[in-house]
């Protein structure tokens, strides 16, 4: 009986210290876990290869765990629509954002932001043998752009130049195939965005718009969050040391 009384002990104890490892861990050796929000529709910046894997890739993604590793957190990357990355910040179900997001005027007010770690500007993709061959043309058509992003904001600036129609989408390939489509006159995208598009679709091409250069894409953290100085200062390293240069040619081919 006694031994019985015991061998039940030593297994609550030993199920104890393992609950307690795995809990100080946090299941995943010593490292803890930081959540980056993102929308994964967004190559080369973030995306999904499905001819190779499930994982969300890409140039920020590659960024995000090279700060990850600096600073001694696993980076888990969550997909979601590119309009509620700043509710889901501030709610706290992600981390930080990274998704080639610019620091708005407006996102300032509720999140705060690193420095820029890389720059594109915006153009409108259309058909190649479309009616809109010149940013004029696009007067009285219909130009597409991503919900919540920076070209959503260009848009209007630019309807003040030239009257045109605008339709939003949640993802940037429904945009793309809403033009192939006709749908869609033209879409606002980032140029970096647009090579990939342009690059596996021989029937698009870009056209430049007025006012077309952007801050530049930075990280997203909670209003005072601890983690936006330290994400700055390895952001600065790797801009010293080459590193940010690197992926910079492994995604989009070359130093901007």
């Given amino acids: 009986m006694k031994k019985r009384v015991l061998g039940i002990v030593l297994l609550l104890v030993c199920m104890l210290l393992a609950a307690c490892g795995k809990s100080a861990s946090g299941g995943d050796g010593d490292k803890k876990q930081l959540v980056m929000g993102t929308s994964a529709d967004y190559s080369p910046f973030e995306y999904i290869d499905t001819a190779t ?15 990850g590793e600096k600073l001694g957190y696993e980076i888990v990357v969550k997909d979601m629509d590119f309009s509620g990355l700043i509710t889901s910040l501030q709610s706290g179900k ?3 954002v990274m998704a080639g997001m ?14 820029s770690y890389f720059r594109s500007d915006i153009l409108m993709v259309v058909a190649k043998d479309g009616d809109v061959q010149s940013f004029e043309d696009i007067k009285g058509k219909t130009v597409g752009v991503q919900i919540g992003s920076i070209q959503a904001d260009k848009a209007k600036e630019l309807q003040k130049e030239v009257d045109f129609q605008v339709e939003t989408r949640d993802r940037v390939p429904d945009l793309v195939e ?51 100085e330290k994400f700055n200062k390895e952001l600065a390293v790797m801009k010293e040391n080459g590193e940010l240069d690197e992926l910079v040619s492994k995604w989009f081919g070359g130093v901007e």
């Fill in 178 to 228: 809403e033009l192939k489509s006709g749908r869609f006159d033209g879409v606002l995208m980032e140029e970096a965005v647009s090579k990939g598009y342009l690059k596996n679709n021989d029937s698009l091409k870009v056209i430049s718009v007025p006012n077309n250069e952007t801050i530049g894409a930075s990280i997203a953290f909670q209003k005072d969050s601890e983690f936006t």
């Fill in 53 to 67: 894997s499930e994982d969300i890739i890409g140039f920020d993604v590659d960024i995000a765990k090279a700060l």
């Fill in 102 to 115: 610019e620091p708005t005027p407006e996102r300032s007010k509720n999140v705060d932001f690193t420095d």
């Fill in 94 to 96: 992600v981390d930080f």
